[in-house]
C-alpha cells in the first residue's frame, strides 16, 4: 500500500466506531465478530481479532470493512475526512445469508472510462489516486480490494462508494 494521505480512510476512527458501539452494547469482541457474521461460520469469516486490530493498522480488507460498516450503521464516506456523507452513501442490507462486497470489475470499468474520458494513461490516473497503475488495472479480474485504496478510487471517480458493492452468497 503507498503512503497513507490525510484525506484517506480512516481506520482509527473506524476502530474508535466499534468500540464505542461495542461498549455500549456490553459486547465482547467475539460477539461483534458473530454478529457480523450473521451468527453464520462462512470462509472468509470476520474474526474478533481482525475487528479489534483494524485501528492499528495502514490497510484491512476491503470486504471485512464493508461488514463493519454495515454493523455500525454508517457509510464508508462517513470515515474519510473532508467527504460528506449523506442517504445516498448508506451501504444496502445484503439481506438474510448473503454478504456485501466490493464489485472490483464494476469499479474497474468505471475507472477505465473516468481514465479515458480525462485522457489519461494508466500511469497518469494512478498518480493522481495514489495507487500504482498495477494495483488498478488487476481490478479487471475481480478479487479484493484493501481499505483505505479502494476509498481513494471512488473519490477520485467523485461517485459513492455504494455503488461499487453487490450481495453475493460467499
Known sequence: MPMARPNDFSLPALFAALDQRRRERELSWAAVAAE????????????????????RRTAAEGDGVLQMLLWLGRSPESFVPG?????????????????????????????????????LTWASAARDV?????????LA???RMSVPAVMRLVRWLGRPASEFTHATDR
Not at 457480523?36 to 485501528?55: C, F, Y
Not at 495514489?130 to 488498478?136: C, H
Request: charged share 25%; net charge positive; no cysteine.
Open 83 to 119: 467527504l460528506a456523507a449523506g442517504d445516498r452513501h448508506l451501504l444496502r442490507s445484503p439481506g438474510p445469508g448473503r454478504v456485501l462486497r466490493w464489485d472490483t470489475k464494476g469499479l474497474f470499468s468505471a475507472l477505465d472510462a473516468e481514465r479515458r474520458h480525462r485522457q
Open 36 to 55: 457480523m457474521n450473521g451468527g453464520q461460520q462462512r470462509p472468509r469469516s470476520l474474526s474478533a481479532t481482525t475487528i479489534s486490530g483494524v485501528g
Open 141 to 143: 479480474k475481480g478479487g
Open 130 to 138: 495514489g495507487l500504482t497503475p498495477g494495483m488498478m488495472r488487476a
